[in-house]
């Protein structure tokens, strides 16, 4: 067997083994699923897997980056409309929405992530998420270019909060399902919210008073 034929050869394993990990984390979540799982399921010895990947935490990791890669791949597919920010925002959560819906494996590997890091993993987890954060971001500030901003707030502060804000809604679903020990009844919560936080870190909870709108008791004192 020349190189050639032998990277090939290689090659064809390490995806095979791959996607019986991508079908294993797919729909379980990481506590859950186990070598021993993938190797029974894609009828892979056990050897083969470990000569290839180091185990676990490695064929976990290879698979978030392909859950980002994909969706990333799939939001960039379709220029959002800048001219509208409501638009640009609903295009997003629904680009995101149809990504997940088409993509259940994945959609299972992102919210299993979101409500239930692996602990061991989280700073590993951070760096691949950076590049769908970089997005998000950009997105937001698109948003932000639309609109006319309070006086005071400045762009860089508004995706400061955005990103506070952001951190504090995923860690109020990390504790949820950490009471509630399953993730997956949480996901069409989590999704329901979302537009409503994102609509909400834009235009604020309350209007603004109206100057003129005394109360009538102060007007007849």
Same mark, same amino acid.
């Given at each position: 067997?020349?190189?050639? +034929?032998?990277?090939?050869?290689?090659?064809?394993?390490?995806?095979?083994?791959? &996607?019986?990990?991508?079908?294993?984390?797919?729909?379980?979540?990481?506590?859950?699923?186990?070598?021993?799982?993938?190797?029974?399921?894609?009828?892979?010895?056990?050897?083969?897997?470990?000569?290839?990947?180091?185990? @676990?935490?490695?064929?976990?990791?290879?698979?978030?980056?392909?859950?980002?890669?994909?969706?990333?791949?799939?939001?960039?597919?379709?220029?959002?409309?800048?001219?509208?920010?409501?638009?640009?925002?609903?295009?997003?959560?629904?680009?995101?929405?149809?990504?997940?819906?088409?993509?259940?494996?994945?959609?299972?590997?992102?919210?299993?992530?979101?409500?239930?890091?692996?602990?061991?993993?989280?700073?590993?987890?951070?760096?691949?998420?950076?590049? %769908?954060?970089?997005?998000?971001?950009?997105?937001?500030?698109?948003?932000?270019?639309?609109?006319?901003?309070?006086?005071?707030?400045? @762009?860089?502060?508004?995706?400061?909060?955005?990103?506070? +804000?952001?951190?504090?809604?995923?860690? %109020?679903?990390?504790?949820?399902?950490?009471?509630?020990?399953?993730?997956?009844?949480?996901?069409?919560?989590?999704?329901?919210?979302?537009?409503?936080?994102?609509?909400?870190? &834009?235009?604020?909870?309350?209007?603004?008073?109206?100057?003129?709108?005394?109360?009538?008791?102060?007007?007849?004192?």
């Amino acid at each position: 067997m020349n190189d050639e +034929t032998g990277r090939k050869n290689k090659k064809k394993t390490k995806e095979r083994i791959f &996607l019986a990990a991508l079908s294993e984390f797919g729909k379980k979540s990481y506590d859950a699923a186990s070598v021993n799982s993938i190797c029974e399921n894609g009828k892979i010895p056990k050897g083969l897997l470990y000569h290839n990947y180091k185990g @676990k935490d490695d064929l976990y990791l290879l698979c978030v980056k392909a859950c980002y890669d994909e969706l990333i791949f799939t939001l960039n597919a379709q220029a959002p409309p800048l001219h509208d920010g409501k638009a640009t925002l609903q295009n997003f959560l629904l680009r995101r929405q149809e990504f997940f819906q088409k993509n259940p494996c994945y959609a299972n590997i992102f919210f299993n992530m979101v409500m239930q890091p692996p602990k061991h993993l989280e700073e590993d987890l951070l760096l691949l998420r950076k590049e %769908y954060d970089d997005y998000c971001n950009q997105c937001y500030l698109a948003v932000l270019n639309c609109l006319h901003l309070r006086d005071g707030i400045t @762009k860089e502060t508004a995706l400061e909060y955005f990103q506070m +804000t952001s951190e504090i809604f995923n860690g %109020y679903f990390q504790k949820k399902a950490k009471q509630n020990g399953n993730y997956r009844n949480l996901i069409q919560d989590h999704e329901g919210r979302l537009s409503s936080i994102f609509d909400i870190m &834009l235009y604020g909870i309350a209007k603004e008073p109206i100057l003129n709108d005394t109360p009538k008791e102060v007007e007849e004192k």
